[in-house]
């Protein structure tokens, strides 16, 4: 009788408000150590992202295309609520700098209180996409700076055409 093979699985939310280098290197880095990536994009009301849930999700599906270890969902609800539904108790997060630690090491503590089962792996990007997020993608947007070496070439003319169309 064969033995039983349990998959390694996380999931690795956020807005990705658009999916950066930065992104990409944390997903590349946990399809390393984890047998599926679910890469969660989260509607995030709060946040007033500037592209939508369906374009966001479109993006990351088209930058993670190569990887079959990762696939892209949408949610709208508490992470715990999604851990749930898809049976996921690994949360993965990264880090660029200490001021993200502190953040993430709260938003860790509430899931776990909500959920014993729960773990967060926190993942720091490559020293080279660390300054790397949406919000310094964003504030180039409007002055049409130059955003290539920020964001997955797959995307660069979505983003470029999607914020063209989101700002008329």
């Known amino acids: ?3 039983v093979v349990l998959k390694k699985r996380a999931i690795y939310p956020g807005t990705f408000d658009p999916i950066t280098n930065g992104h990409l290197d944390i997903i590349k880095r946990a399809c390393a150590i984890f047998d599926e990536i679910v890469v969660a994009v989260a509607e995030n009301r709060a946040k007033k992202p500037l592209f939508s849930t369906d374009t966001r999700l479109q993006m990351v ?11 892209a969902v949408k949610f709208n609800s508490l992470l715990v609520d999604l851990s749930n539904e898809l049976d996921i108790n690994i949360i993965i997060r990264g880090l660029r700098a200490v001021s ?3 953040y993430e090491l709260q938003m860790g503590y509430a899931n776990s209180s909500l959920k014993k089962e729960l773990e967060t792996v926190y993942l720091m990007p490559h020293l080279q996409n660390a300054f790397i997020s949406s ?3 964003r504030s180039l947007l409007p002055f ?3 955003i290539s070496h920020l964001v ?3 995307i660069l003319e979505d983003i470029k055409r999607e914020y063209s169309v989101s700002t008329i």
Do not use: Y
């Open 1 to 3: 009788m064969g033995r």
């Open 61 to 71: 599906k088209k930058v993670i295309r190569d990887f079959p270890k990762a696939r």
């Open 100 to 102: 993200d630690f502190e």
């Open 135 to 137: 919000s310094v993608v």
């Open 144 to 146: 049409n700076g130059k």
């Open 152 to 154: 997955p070439k797959e």
